[in-house]
């Protein structure tokens, strides 16, 4: 019988096997580079050739004056987008949910959807015209109101709620759609028994309908823990500037700039692999939450 099952499965591992190639080869096999982090690493050299110097990359970087400031800034912009990003396409959800046309509906998720496939190069170049201090939209109507130009991009008080908005923008339209399959799993029979029983729409919701979201709700941010030490590279890179350093530098650009723009490879690579080690960490509890909580399991 196991025999017959692993005949038939031959097929579908032989499919895996080229996916599992190229990430023994693009992930795996590059983390012996991460013994840059220990030594003062010369190109000419290479990895066998440099000196090894144990901890002090690593003593360096938290040494670095502005080295907790970041790690606060990569924390509250990162958590910051979890929340928004899990609360606002719960709301888009049930608001979509009631919408009754079909036609109506799937038009409103096409259009939520679609900043999702654009890359931060373009939303950057839109939205630094956008939100221009002179000729942006955004301050001409706010002028019409008498509020005075907010310098959005380089105002370190406005930079990072403009980094978690725009994020939100662009990414919740994909959550959105993982909660409205939630949503078809709710036994309709619950919401015919509620009429019978003179529930209004709101009754509905917030007694069947979010119950029933509950489980993929603490999934979705069971997993989103991970992410504390991810606050988007792409989207910050092309944003930020030296005027707004103090709020939105996060330890990405740092080791983009330590590493590549000053050639530090040492110390990017000690901030990187501290960076992965607790990432791997929240990943763990993640999923140990994500299986606690929700019964969620890999394999």
Request: charged share 10%.
């Amino acid at each position: 019988m196991k025999t017959g099952k692993w005949r038939r499965e031959i097929p579908l591992h032989i499919l895996v096997f080229p996916s599992l190639v190229i990430v023994l080869i693009y992930c795996y096999i590059p983390m012996f580079g991460n013994i840059i982090a220990f030594q003062d690493f010369k190109p000419i050299k290479g990895f066998m050739g440099s000196e090894w110097t144990g901890l002090t990359n690593l003593k360096y970087v938290l040494e670095m004056p502005n080295t907790y400031r970041i790690v606060w800034n990569t924390v509250y912009i990162a958590t910051m987008k979890i929340i928004m990003g899990n609360v606002v396409p719960i709301i888009i959800a049930l608001l979509l949910n009631e919408i009754r046309k079909t036609v109506v509906k799937r038009s409103i998720q096409t259009l939520i959807y679609f900043p999702y496939f654009l890359s931060w190069v373009i939303l950057a170049g839109i939205l630094i015209d956008v939100l221009s201090l002179q000729h942006g939209i955004v301050n001409q109507v706010l002028g019409w109101f008498g509020i005075q130009p907010i310098y959005f991009l380089g105002d370190n008080r406005w930079f990072p709620i403009t980094l978690v908005l725009t994020d939100t923008w662009k990414e919740f339209g994909f959550n959105t759609i993982v909660f409205l399959a939630a949503l078809t799993s709710i036994n309709p029979s619950l919401y015919e028994a509620a009429i019978i029983d003179g529930a209004n729409r709101w009754k509905q919701t917030l007694y069947i309908t979010l119950p029933g979201m509950i489980p993929i709700i603490v999934l979705m941010a069971t997993l989103s823990l991970g992410n504390v030490l991810n606050a988007g590279f792409d989207q910050v890179f092309n944003l930020y500037s030296p005027q707004v350093y103090e709020s939105g530098d996060i330890l990405d650009t740092l080791i983009y700039r330590i590493g590549v723009s000053d050639a530090q490879y040492g110390p990017a690579t000690a901030i990187g692999l501290l960076k992965s080690s607790v990432s791997f960490l929240l990943i763990s509890v993640s999923y140990w939450l994500a299986y606690r909580f929700a019964n969620y399991r890999i394999f």
